[in-house]
């Protein structure tokens, strides 16, 4: 089993590159963003308690994702490994991951981080709003929160993979295709 963290900045692509690169890869894609969607569309009371946490661009607590991934990562039948999106977003749910992992007898092979420019990553999210009604595309403020949430409590896990030496940094400008092709070599490799 090998093991991806996609890594990036609200609007990077992590979850429209994920998409591609678990078909091609026959990789399990794991979005934490999309788990807690599914609970507020369901309307679980757990959605219910997220949801003003996540339209306001904030994180919820540890807890919650790192439950969640818990109860997902032993349903791997048939795939090569798992491709994590969106998750971990702080260092405390990145040791969670990796004591999960060690667990089985697996680790997080490497850290694959989309660097997109800011004007860019807020130019996409302001275009997918009318689209995704994601109410958190919605406001621009959100999405700046967004992204500072981002740089104060998510980009550390960057220095802690480095040390582990995963880190794997992509250009993530460009068009989606030749970004997939970015992505699909540095996967490649340990495949
Ligand atoms: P989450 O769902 O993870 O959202 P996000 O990180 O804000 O990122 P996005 O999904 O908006 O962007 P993306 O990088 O996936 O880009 P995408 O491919 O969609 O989290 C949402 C919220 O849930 C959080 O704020 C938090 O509240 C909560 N949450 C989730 N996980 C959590 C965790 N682990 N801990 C705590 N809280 C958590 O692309 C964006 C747009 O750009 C799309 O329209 C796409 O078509 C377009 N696009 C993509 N690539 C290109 C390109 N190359 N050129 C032009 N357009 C492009
Ligand atoms: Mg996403």
Request: proline share 4%.
């Amino acid at each position: 089993m090998v093991n991806f963290l996609i890594f990036g900045p609200p609007g990077s692509g992590k979850g429209t590159q994920s998409v591609r690169l678990a078909e091609k890869f026959n990789l399990t894609h794991l979005s934490t963003g999309d788990m807690l969607r599914a609970e507020i569309a369901a309307g679980t009371d757990l959605g219910t308690r997220m949801s003003s946490i996540m339209s306001r661009g904030e994180l919820v607590p540890d807890e919650v994702v790192i439950e969640m991934i818990a109860a997902r990562i032993d349903n791997t039948e048939g795939s090569e490994g798992f491709l994590f999106d969106g998750f971990p977003r702080t260092v405390a749910q990145t040791e969670a991951l990796e004591k999960m992992l060690n667990k089985r007898g697996m680790k997080i092979d490497s850290m694959l981080v989309l660097d997109v420019d800011h004007d860019e990553l807020v130019k996409r999210l302001v275009l997918r709003a009318d689209l995704s009604g994601r109410p958190d595309d919605r406001d621009p403020a959100v999405i700046e929160n967004r992204i500072d949430v981002y740089r104060a409590k998510t980009e550390p896990i960057i220095e802690f993979c480095r040390q582990r030496g995963i880190y794997q940094p992509v250009n993530g400008m460009g068009t989606i295709d030749d970004i997939f092709e970015r992505l699909s070599g540095f996967v490649k490799k340990f495949l």
